[in-house]
C-alpha cells in the first residue's frame, strides 16, 4: 500500500512537471533547439534552469489589473466610444462668427451719374450676434462633450465588470476542478481503506492517508488555455483508473474476502470516483468559452493564453458607510453626464434668449468711377443739355445693419423647448440617485451576508473534517455505518464549493460597487 501512495506521488509530480514542459516547449522551442545542438552537461542545465524561470515569470506575468487595462486599451467598443467623445470636442472648435459676405458687381454700361461713370462696386459685410452668444455656445458645446467623456467613462466602466466577472467566474470554475479534485484524492484513500478492511488487513496507515488527503489544502490545477482541455482531469482520471484496476485485481484475487469490511463499500466508491472523474472532464472542457470570451472582451484571439490566479482573496476594506454611498453619488459617470447634460439645457435656453436679441453688421461699400467728359453747352436750353465733366473720383462708404427679430413665437418656443428638456432631466437624475441608493444597500447587504456566510463556512469545514477524521477511525476499529462517512464527504464537498461560490460572489459583489463609483 505504501508503494501505491509513493507510485501516485511520482505521477502528480510528472504531471504538474509535463504541464510545465508543455508551456515552454510551446513558447521557447528555439532554446529547445539550440539544446539539442550542444552536448554540454553544464550548458544544459543552465537553459533548463532559464527555461524553468521564465515560464514562472510568463505563467506569472499578468493579473486581474493588467487584464483589466489591456481590455481598456484594445477592446474595439470602448475605443469607438472614446473616438465619439473626441469628435465632441471638436465642436467647441466649430463656434465662431458667421463668414463675412463679399459682393462684387460690374456694370455693363457704366452709369453717369455726376461725379463719374460707375463702372464696378464692391461691398464687404461682417455680422455679429448678441453680446455673450458666442461664449453660451462655446459652454454648452463643452458641456455636451463633458456629457460625452462621463457616457465613455460608463460604458469603460461596465468593460471592467465584465471582464471582472469573467475573471471571477474562470477563478470560480479552476476552484472548484481543485476542490472536486481534493474531493477524489479523499475518495481514493477512503477506496484504499475499504479495500484494506475487505481483506482484513493493517488499517492505521490507510485512516492517516484519510487524514491527510482530508486536510490537504486544495493544489491549484491551472492549466494554459493551448492545452488540450483535459489538463488535471485527464490526469486524475489515468491515474485513478490504474489505481482501480489494481484494486479490482486485487479484490478478484481475494474472493470473497477475509476481512470485516463489504464489497459492496469499495464498489460504491468506484462508482462517485468515475462520476468525479467525468465531471472534472466536463469541467475543462467547460473552460474554453469562459477564455474565449474572456479574450474577446481584452480584444484578443480567442485561444490566447490566460493566467488565472488560484487564491481567492479581497483586499478591500470593509464597513462601507454614508461616506461611500456619498462619494458614489458624486462620482457616478451617469449621475455625471445626467448633471452635464441638464447644465447644457440650460445654455441652450440662454442661447434660445440670445437667439431673439438683434443682430448687427458692419460692412464698407467700394464704388470705382471713371472720368466722364463734359456734354453740351452751358446756358444752352436753358442749361437742360449740359452736363459738366465727372472728376471719376472711387468712393468709400462704411455701412451698417441690423436685423429685426420681431417674430417671436420661435424663440419662445426654443426656451420652452430647452426648458421642458431641462426639467425631464431633473426628474432623470433624482429617479437615478434613489436607484443608486437602493443599488447600493443591496450591495452592502450582499457583502455583509457574504462575510458572515464566509465566516460560518470555514468554521463548518473545520468541525466536518474533524468529524471526517473521527468517522474513519470509527469505521476501521469498529466497523462503524460507512452511509455515514459518505454523507459527511458530501457535506464536506458541499461546504468547500459554498466557501467558494461565496467568495467569488462577493468579489463580484465589490465589482459592481466599483462600477457604481466609477474610474
Not at 241 to 249: I, Q
Not at 313 to 332: D, H, M, Q, R
Not at 371 to 380: C, F, I, N
Request: charged residues 20%; glycine residues 6%; negative net charge.
Amino acid at each position: 500500500m505504501k508503494n501505491c501512495k509513493e507510485f501516485k506521488s511520482v505521477i502528480y509530480l510528472l504531471y504538474y512537471f509535463n504541464h510545465i514542459s508543455i508551456i515552454f516547449l510551446k513558447n521557447l522551442k528555439f532554446l529547445q533547439a539550440f539544446i539539442i545542438r550542444k552536448n554540454g552537461l553544464m550548458l544544459k542545465i543552465i537553459s533548463i534552469l532559464f527555461l524553468l524561470i521564465s515560464t514562472i515569470f510568463q505563467t506569472e506575468a499578468q493579473s486581474l489589473d493588467q487584464y483589466l487595462e489591456e481590455a481598456t486599451e484594445n477592446n474595439p467598443g470602448i475605443q469607438s466610444s472614446f473616438k465619439q467623445y473626441q469628435a465632441s470636442l471638436e465642436r467647441t472648435n466649430q463656434v465662431s462668427l458667421d463668414n463675412p459676405q463679399l459682393n462684387i458687381g460690374v456694370f455693363t454700361r457704366p452709369m453717369e451719374l455726376l461725379m463719374g461713370n460707375q463702372r464696378a462696386e464692391a461691398s464687404v459685410m461682417q455680422m455679429f450676434p448678441w453680446f455673450g452668444m458666442l461664449k453660451t455656445q462655446k459652454d454648452e458645446a463643452t458641456l455636451m462633450a463633458e456629457a460625452r467623456y462621463e457616457e465613455f467613462r460608463q460604458q469603460r466602466n461596465v468593460l471592467l465588470y465584465q471582464v471582472k466577472e469573467t475573471y471571477f467566474q474562470l477563478q470560480q470554475l479552476q476552484n472548484t476542478i481543485d476542490i472536486t479534485a481534493s474531493n477524489l484524492e479523499i475518495l481514493k484513500s477512503l477506496e484504499e481503506l475499504a479495500i484494506i478492511r475487505y481483506q482484513g488487513g493493517n488499517t492505521s496507515e490507510a485512516v492517516s492517508s484519510v487524514s491527510a488527503a482530508v486536510r490537504r489544502p486544495v493544489l491549484s490545477s491551472q492549466q494554459s488555455a493551448g492545452d488540450d482541455g483535459m489538463g488535471m482531469a485527464g490526469a486524475v482520471s489515468s491515474s485513478s483508473s490504474r489505481t482501480s484496476s489494481s484494486g479490482a485485481s486485487s479484490m478478484s484475487s481475494m474472493g470473497s474476502g477475509g476481512g470485516s469490511g463489504k464489497l459492496t463499500d469499495v464498489l460504491r466508491l468506484q462508482v462517485q470516483i468515475k462520476a468525479l472523474e467525468s465531471d472534472l472532464q466536463q469541467m475543462e472542457v467547460d473552460k474554453r468559452p469562459l477564455m474565449a470570451k474572456f479574450n474577446q472582451l481584452l480584444g484578443r484571439e480567442s485561444n490566447e493564453l490566460v493566467n488565472i490566479e488560484p487564491t481567492i482573496s479581497t483586499e478591500k476594506e470593509l464597513g462601507w458607510n454614508i461616506a461611500f454611498l456619498e462619494e458614489v453619488l458624486e462620482t457616478n459617470p451617469i449621475l455625471l453626464m445626467l448633471e452635464k447634460e441638464g447644465l447644457a439645457f440650460q445654455k441652450q435656453g440662454e442661447m434660445a434668449k440670445l437667439e431673439g436679441k438683434p443682430m448687427f453688421g458692419l460692412g464698407l461699400n467700394y464704388m470705382m468711377f471713371s472720368p466722364r467728359p463734359e456734354m453740351g453747352v452751358p446756358g444752352g436750353m436753358n442749361g437742360m443739355d449740359y452736363m459738366p465733366a465727372g472728376m471719376g473720383n472711387n468712393m468709400l462708404m462704411p455701412m451698417a445693419t441690423m436685423t429685426l427679430p420681431i417674430y417671436r413665437k420661435k424663440y419662445k418656443a426654443m426656451e420652452a423647448e430647452s426648458k421642458i428638456y431641462w426639467e425631464a432631466n431633473e426628474m432623470q437624475k433624482e429617479d437615478l440617485q434613489r436607484n443608486l441608493e437602493t443599488e447600493f444597500e443591496s450591495i452592502l447587504a450582499s457583502i455583509q451576508d457574504a462575510n458572515r456566510k464566509i465566516k460560518l463556512l470555514e468554521e463548518q469545514i473545520e468541525l466536518t473534517e474533524q468529524t471526517m477524521e473521527l468517522s474513519v477511525t470509527s469505521y476501521a476499529t469498529e466497523g462503524s455505518s460507512f452511509e455515514e462517512i459518505l454523507s459527511i464527504q458530501r457535506e464536506l464537498l458541499e461546504f468547500r464549493l459554498n466557501l467558494l461560490n461565496t467568495k467569488i460572489e462577493r468579489e463580484i459583489q465589490f465589482a459592481k460597487l466599483e462600477t457604481l463609483v466609477g474610474f
